[in-house]
């Protein structure tokens, strides 16, 4: 199982970025997956959660209306954009998978992370 992030970088406030997760090693649409952050300091904070489908189900309260999470089956590809970014977004991103059943309560696999910096 690998999963790797990239599209992250330095921002300014009210900027957008698009994150994108590529996957393998797996069957990616018989798989709930999920975006997970972690800011300096703090511990893990779920983002988003999208279905094996490709509903988002999930949004953080904070980025709700700003962060839109997405996937491609067909590409094993799953991403995040995000809009009207914040200095609080700053945080290193997470590319998550959830064990089947337990979408956004259990993740058995993570990528390397992909730091986005929002900042004047």
């Known amino acids: 199982v690998q999963l790797v992030e990239s599209g992250g970088g330095l921002v300014q406030p009210g900027g957008s970025l698009r994150l994108s997760c590529t996957a393998s090693?797996?069957?990616?649409?018989?798989?709930?997956m999920s975006w997970v952050r972690q800011a300096p300091g703090k511990g893990p904070e779920r983002v988003a959660d999208?279905?094996?489908?490709?509903?988002?189900?999930y949004y953080q309260d904070s980025t709700k209306g700003r962060f839109t999470a997405s996937r491609d089956n067909s590409k094993s590809m799953m991403f995040l954009e995000m809009h009207s970014l914040k200095p609080e977004d700053t945080a290193l991103y997470y590319c998550?998978?959830?064990?089947?059943?337990?979408?956004?309560?259990?993740?058995?696999?993570w990528g390397q992370g992909t730091q986005v910096t929002v900042s004047s």
């Open positions: 999208i279905n094996s489908s490709g509903a988002a189900t």
């Open positions: 998550v998978r959830s064990p089947r059943g337990t979408r956004g309560r259990e993740f058995d696999a």
């Open positions: 090693g797996f069957i990616f649409s018989d798989y709930d």
